[in-house]
């Protein structure tokens, strides 16, 4: 059979007018990578781009004035493509905002964006980037559903920095190869971002259970507290409010069930314990946080099937 043909594109939008130069720089974006609306924030400049193609993979090398690309579900139903970008910035940086979390991407770092859900991506002004494209079959082996909110991979050190180092050799030199070496190439660079990114979420696994540990135990030493929200725990323990939700989000509970549950706990066990029985039901649901004893006695048979009176009676 004869070889697939390794395709190398330059476009760039030199010498045209402010509104020819942006709609054509969306018109490539949207060619060459997925649609999304492009914005200019600074005005619209020269932009270039730099692409090597092959049937099975592709990577791009672009840089541009600052631009601001977002992605939502209108264009999501338009194209349907399911699949990754690996973005990685040689220069300047890169703020990716996805369900309302935003990541900071400088260069030696690399980020893995899901494009079947809403993404915002800005870089600073005549930023160098790069990105290659992942088919989300190619996760589905052995590693879970990449989505949600953004982490930065490190493409510094050990196998990020193969990764690094061999994303850039790919786009210097990808054109003096033949396609069968460029897809050898790019198939051995998706394996190893695939391995890079498996490890990444294994990390930040351990790193988010440590974080559900604390959470627990502050929540469980504080639950009497009436104020406890997930700012004053953030505050407490030195993390964002996102990271407090992410930690949560991942054992199935958010911070507001935990605080209810372990505010109904500690008042069945004040109310099993003889030191506790004189004091009035009404107080001592003010005394584990609640700030409605209707609520409280609603919540508590809900919980145990009992209603706090029951309970003290049995």
């Given at each position: 059979?004869?070889?697939?043909?390794?395709?190398?594109?330059?476009?760039?939008?030199?010498?045209?007018?402010?509104?020819?130069?942006?709609?054509?720089?969306?018109?490539?974006?949207?060619?060459?990578?997925?649609?999304?609306?492009?914005?200019?924030?600074?005005?619209?400049?020269?932009?270039?781009?730099?692409?090597?193609?092959?049937?099975?993979?592709?990577?791009?090398?672009?840089?541009?004035?600052?631009?601001?690309?977002?992605?939502?579900?209108?264009?999501?139903?338009?194209?349907?493509?399911?699949?990754?970008?690996?973005?990685?910035?040689?220069?300047?940086?890169?703020?990716?905002?996805?369900?309302?979390?935003?990541?900071?991407?400088?260069?030696?770092?690399?980020?893995?964006?899901?494009?079947?859900?809403?993404?915002?991506?800005?870089?600073?002004?005549?930023?160098?980037?790069?990105?290659?494209?992942?088919?989300?079959?190619?996760?589905?082996?052995?590693?879970?559903?990449?989505?949600?909110?953004?982490?930065?991979?490190?493409?510094q050190t050990g196998l990020g920095g193969i990764v690094h180092d061999l994303l850039n050799s790919a786009v210097r030199t990808g054109s003096q190869l033949s396609a069968h070496e460029f897809d050898a190439v790019l198939d051995r660079l998706v394996q190893l971002v695939c391995v890079?990114?498996?490890?990444?979420?294994?990390?930040?696994?351990?790193?988010?259970?440590?974080?559900?540990?604390?959470?627990?135990?502050?929540?469980?030493?504080?639950?009497?507290?009436?104020?406890?929200?997930?700012?004053?725990?953030?505050?407490?323990?030195?993390?964002?409010?996102?990271?407090?939700?992410?930690?949560?989000?991942?054992?199935?509970?958010?911070?507001?069930?935990?605080?209810?549950?372990?505010?109904?706990?500690?008042?069945?066990?004040?109310?099993s314990s003889p030191g506790y029985h004189r004091m009035p039901i009404t107080e001592l649901a003010y005394h584990c946080g609640f700030s409605s004893p209707a609520r409280f006695s609603t919540a508590f048979k809900e919980r145990f099937g009992l209603t706090p009176r029951e309970l003290?009676?049995?």
């Amino acid at each position: 059979m004869p070889e697939t043909a390794l395709c190398t594109d330059a476009s760039s939008t030199q010498g045209l007018t402010p509104g020819d130069s942006r709609e054509r720089w969306r018109q490539i974006v949207t060619t060459y990578q997925c649609t999304m609306t492009c914005d200019f924030p600074d005005g619209a400049g020269t932009s270039d781009l730099q692409r090597l193609r092959t049937d099975r993979n592709q990577v791009l090398a672009w840089q541009s004035p600052r631009v601001r690309y977002r992605r939502d579900a209108r264009h999501m139903r338009q194209d349907g493509i399911d699949a990754y970008i690996f973005f990685v910035p040689t220069s300047g940086t890169a703020e990716i905002d996805i369900e309302a979390s935003r990541t900071s991407l400088r260069p030696g770092h690399g980020a893995l964006v899901a494009t079947n859900q809403p993404f915002d991506v800005t870089h600073t002004p005549y930023a160098s980037l790069r990105a290659i494209t992942i088919e989300r079959r190619t996760f589905q082996q052995g590693l879970p559903q990449v989505c949600g909110p953004v982490a930065p991979i490190n493409l510094q050190t050990g196998l990020g920095g193969i990764v690094h180092d061999l994303l850039n050799s790919a786009v210097r030199t990808g054109s003096q190869l033949s396609a069968h070496e460029f897809d050898a190439v790019l198939d051995r660079l998706v394996q190893l971002v695939c391995v890079l990114v498996g490890t990444e979420m294994l990390d930040a696994g351990d790193h988010f259970s440590e974080i559900e540990g604390a959470i627990r135990r502050y929540v469980r030493d504080n639950a009497h507290e009436p104020d406890l929200n997930s700012e004053l725990i953030a505050t407490a323990l030195g993390w964002s409010v996102r990271q407090i939700q992410l930690a949560l989000q991942r054992s199935g509970t958010t911070c507001r069930d935990l605080i209810k549950n372990e505010r109904l706990s500690l008042a069945h066990d004040r109310l099993s314990s003889p030191g506790y029985h004189r004091m009035p039901i009404t107080e001592l649901a003010y005394h584990c946080g609640f700030s409605s004893p209707a609520r409280f006695s609603t919540a508590f048979k809900e919980r145990f099937g009992l209603t706090p009176r029951e309970l003290r009676d049995a």
